[in-house]
C-alpha cells in the first residue's frame, strides 16, 4: 500500500539542500516513489493512505554512527569518572555478567528509544562477550524493532594489565570466527541489518589481531568501527607501544579505509586528520560522551576543513545516558562555538548534516539513506512543532538543532513501514520492553554488584 506524507515542512537534505514548505511525500514499498503537492499526490494515487503532517516537519531519519546497545541498562552509574576508571570500576564490573537475557532487553529498549527520537539507523558496537552467543539478541532486536544498521561483533583480545575484566578478553581466533559465522548467516546485499566488525581499542588488542580483522573485512566485504585517539591514555599506550598515534599506526598496517569508522578520535592531530582524509576514513562524533567523561573536544572543525566525513553518535548509554541525536545535534555545535569562540564555526545546519546524510555516508550507506529523495530509501522521521520547546518555528532547522528536546518526533518510517504513528510504537509491545529492561538492570546490578553507584551519597563537589 503507498503512503502520502501530506503538507509537511520537508527539510530534504538533498544536495541542494532544499527545504521545502507544505510538501507531500509519495511512499511507495520501501522508497520515496515522488515529491509534490498533496493535490498532485493524492490525484494521481487515490487509494494512497494519507498522513496529515501539516504544522510538522519531515527530515530524513536520523543516522546514530555509534552506540553500545547493552548498556542501555547501566544508565547514571558512571557518572563523573575518566574514562578508564568509568570502565574498570563500573561498565567492565558489570559487562562481566551480562546474559542472553540482559542484552536482548538492552537492545530493544535501545532501539525503541532511538526510534522514539528519530533515529531509524544505528551502529552497535557489541564488544562485551562474557560468554557466547551474545551479539545475536541485539541482531534480534533490530528485527524486531525494524531500525536499520549495522550490529558490529566486537572484540578485546588484550589488555588485562590496565584492569580488562579478564573475563571480557577472548581469544582472536574464537572471536574472529563468531564475526565471520555471524557475517555469513546474515548479510544479504541490501539487508536492512548487516553484521560488521568492531576490534575495541588500541590498548585492548595487538598488532596481529588488528590485522586479521582488516583480511576479514576484505574477505566479506565488511563494515568495521573502532575506538580512536579517545583519550589521553590512548595516544600515550600507542607511543609506548608502537612509537606512534593509535591513527598512524593503524594506517603504517592497512587497516584504513572507506569501511572504516572511527569513533571518538577525540585526541587526533593535525597529521592524524590528515591519514584519515588521505584513507577516506569517516569519523563517528559523539559529543555528550566526550564531555561526560571529559575526554576533551575533539577537532571537528579541522576534520570538516580537511574533507573528513564525520557523523554523530550518542556512544552507549552508560557515558551519555540516552540515545538521542537532538541532543548530540546540539552539543556538537554548542561546544565548538564556546571552545572557538566562532558562532559560526559548526551551524545548525551543519550538525544535522551530521546527524543525516553525513551519518549515512560515515556507515557507507549514504546512496540509500540520509535524504529525502526520489528511489531512495522511506526512512523518515516526523516531528511536531506545536509544543512550547519548538514553537514559534521561524527556521526549521534552527527550530530541530537549537529548540527540540527530542520527544517531539511523533510518526517514523523504516523501510517505507510505519514503526511509530502519532508517538505509538507499533512493531513490539513498548510497555512490556520498557518493564523487561527494568527488571534486567535490577538482576545486572544486583549480579554485578554495581547497583551501589546509584545510591551515592550527594556530591556538589570533586571533594
Known amino acids: 500500500m503507498s503512503i502520502i506524507l501530506a503538507d509537511g515542512w520537508v527539510v530534504t537534505m538533498n544536495p541542494r539542500r532544499d527545504v521545502l514548505d507544505e510538501a507531500s511525500i ?6 520515496i516513489a515522488a ?4 493535490a498532485q499526490l493524492c490525484t494521481a494515487n487515490p487509494m ?3 498522513i496529515d503532517c501539516r504544522g510538522q516537519i519531515i527530515i530524513p531519519g536520523m543516522v546514530n554512527t555509534h552506540t553500545h546497545l547493552f548498556q542501555t541498562l547501566l544508565k547514571g552509574l558512571g557518572d563523573d569518572r575518566v574514562l578508564r576508571d568509568w570502565f574498570t570500576c563500573m561498565t567492565g564490573p558489570s559487562a562481566v555478567e551480562l546474559t542472553q537475557e540482559d542484552v ?17 539507523s544505528l551502529v552497535d558496537f557489541m564488544y562485551a562477550h562474557p560468554r557466547p ?9 533490530f528485527e524486531a524493532t525494524g531500525i536499520r544498521g549495522r550490529v558490529c561483533r566486537g572484540f578485546i583480545t588484550a589488555g588485562a594489565e590496565f584492569d580488562i575484566p579478564v573475563a571480557l578478553i577472548e581469544a582472536p581466533d574464537a572471536a574472529l570466527a563468531d564475526a565471520q559465522a555471524l557475517m555469513r548467516s546474515h548479510n544479504r546485499l541490501g539487508g536492512r541489518v548487516q553484521v560488521g566488525l568492531a576490534p575495541s581499542m588500541i590498548w585492548a588488542l595487538d598488532e596481529a589481531t588488528l590485522r586479521r580483522t582488516r583480511a576479514l573485512a576484505d574477505e566479506e566485504h565488511a563494515f568495521i568501527t573502532i575506538h580512536v585517539a579517545e583519550t589521553n591514555f590512548e595516544i600515550e599506550q600507542s607511543q609506548s607501544r608502537f612509537h606512534c598515534t593509535d591513527t598512524e599506526f593503524l594506517s603504517e598496517i592497512g587497516f584504513l579505509g572507506p569501511d572504516v569508522l572511527a569513533v571518538h578520535c577525540v585526541q587526533c592531530a593535525t597529521r592524524d586528520i590528515g591519514l584519515l582524509r588521505h584513507h577516506d576514513t569517516r569519523v563517528s ?16 572543525p579541522e576534520m570538516l576543513a580537511a574533507g573528513v566525513t564525520v557523523g554523530l553518535g550518542s556512544d552507549g548509554p552508560a557515558s551519555s545516558n540516552n540515545h538521542s541525536l537532538f541532543q548530540a545535534m546540539k552539543f556538537a555545535a554548542l561546544i565548538q562555538k564556546g571552545f572557538h569562540r566562532d558562532p559560526t564555526i559548526i551551524t545548525a545546519e551543519k550538525a544535522l548534516e551530521m546527524a543525516t546524510i553525513d551519518g549515512a555516508r560515515a556507515i557507507g550507506l549514504d546512496h540509500e539513506i540520509g535524504s529525502i529523495e526520489v528511489g531512495k530509501k522511506a526512512d523518515i522521521a516526523v516531528i511536531d512543532t506545536s509544543g512550547p520547546a519548538m514553537a514559534p518555528v521561524h527556521h526549521p532547522v534552527s527550530a530541530l538543532v537549537y529548540s527540540a528536546l527530542g520527544h517531539e518526533v511523533t510518526t517514523v518510517l523504516i523501510d517505507g513501514v510505519v514503526v511509530m504513528r502519532d508517538g505509538r510504537i507499533t512493531t513490539v509491545d513498548e510497555a512490556a520492553v520498557m518493564a523487561r529492561s527494568r527488571r ?16 551515592r551519597p550527594w556530591r556538589s563537589t570533586a571533594t
Open 104 to 120: 536482548a532487553a538492552a537492545a530493544l529498549h535501545g532501539c525503541v528509544e532511538s526510534i522514539r527520537s528519530g533515529v531509524t
Open 133 to 141: 552467543g551474545l551479539t545475536q539478541p541485539v541482531i534480534d532486536a
Open 440 to 455: 534486567a538492570a535490577d538482576s545486572l546490578t544486583q549480579r554485578a554488584n554495581t547497583a551501589h553507584f546509584g545510591r
Open 35 to 38: 515529491i509534490g503537492s498533496r
Open 48 to 50: 494512497a493512505e494519507v
Open 285 to 300: 562524533h559523539n559529543p555528550c560522551s566526550n564531555m561526560y567523561l571529559a575526554s576533551g573536544l575533539p577537532p571537528i
Open 26 to 31: 509519495l511512499i511507495e514499498g520501501d522508497r
